[in-house]
T-cell receptor, first 111, second 115 residues
Framework: GQQVMQIPQYQHVQEGEDFTTYCNSS?????IQWYKQRPGGHPVFLIQLVKSGEVKKQKRLTFQFGEAKKNSSLHITATQTTDVGTYFCAGRPGGSYIPTFGRGTSLIVHP | IAGITQAPTSQILAAGRRMTLRCTQDMRHNAMYWYRQDLGLGLRLIHYSNTAGTTGKGEVPDGYSVSRANTDDFPLTLASAVPSQTSVYFC??????????????FGPGTRLTVL
């Protein structure tokens, strides 16, 4: 089964509100990646986090990797309609070479 | 070809028929993957290949087979399709399974319907 849990499954926000999605693993992750999939499209790589406690920013997006390397979050400030899509995290739990995807969080932005 | 391509784009298939989904990449990536995406279940790994000539089973391999005769191609075969295999299938590739070069590049997907 899924070793990387992602919540929430869906999130409705009004344009301009903030949004956060969380990923949690029961085992230490060697790295974690985030992908975005637009409706009808394919997943596209956003960023990779490797170090404990790492924080990276891409314009209005802030990515964090927990100190224990078991959890991660993606925060979007002041959402826009262009942020609509499903956000996936992918991590390698327990030293596995194979990345495991979370089930994704679908963001719906209401104008 | 630029990046990773999949064929067909979509297909409607009768149950019991054999079907091969094609995937080709021109990035000379060592690792390739097949996922299926179903509503509410995210991306589930079917099979993967670390390098040409090797393959491995993912989370949901039953009913599917793969081969990796060369670096560029990674076809997925359904020997005898069943309705539960109705899904969107994504192929992906990455430079390596190990180290820091495992960013995955996804193809556009194949929408398969088994009736």
């Amino acid at each position: 089964g899924q070793q990387v849990m992602q919540i929430p499954q869906y999130q409705h926000v009004q344009e301009g509100e903030d949004f956060t999605t969380y990923c949690n693993s029961s085992t230490t992750l060697s790295n974690i990646q985030w992908y975005k999939q637009r409706p009808g499209g394919h997943p596209v790589f956003l960023i990779q986090l490797v170090k404990s406690g790492e924080v990276k920013k891409q314009k209005r997006l802030t990515f964090q990797f927990g100190e224990a390397k078991k959890n991660s979050s993606l925060h979007i400030t002041a959402t826009q309609t262009t942020d609509v899509g499903t956000y996936f995290c992918a991590g390698r739990p327990g030293g596995s070479y194979i990345p495991t995807f979370g089930r994704g969080t679908s963001l719906i932005v209401h104008p | 070809i630029a990046g990773i391509t999949q064929a067909p784009t979509s297909q409607i298939l009768a149950a019991g028929r054999r079907m091969t989904l094609r995937c080709t990449q021109d990035m000379r990536h060592n690792a390739m993957y097949w996922y299926r995406q179903d509503l509410g279940l995210g991306l589930r790994l079917i099979h993967y290949s670390n390098t040409a000539g090797t393959t491995g089973k993912g989370e949901v391999p039953d009913g599917y087979s793969v081969s990796r005769a060369n670096t560029d191609d990674f076809p997925l075969t359904l020997a005898s399709a069943v309705p539960s295999q109705t899904s969107v299938y994504f192929c992906a590739s990455s430079d390596s399974l190990a180290g820091g070069q495992d960013t995955q590049y996804f193809g556009p997907g194949t929408r398969l319907t088994v009736l």
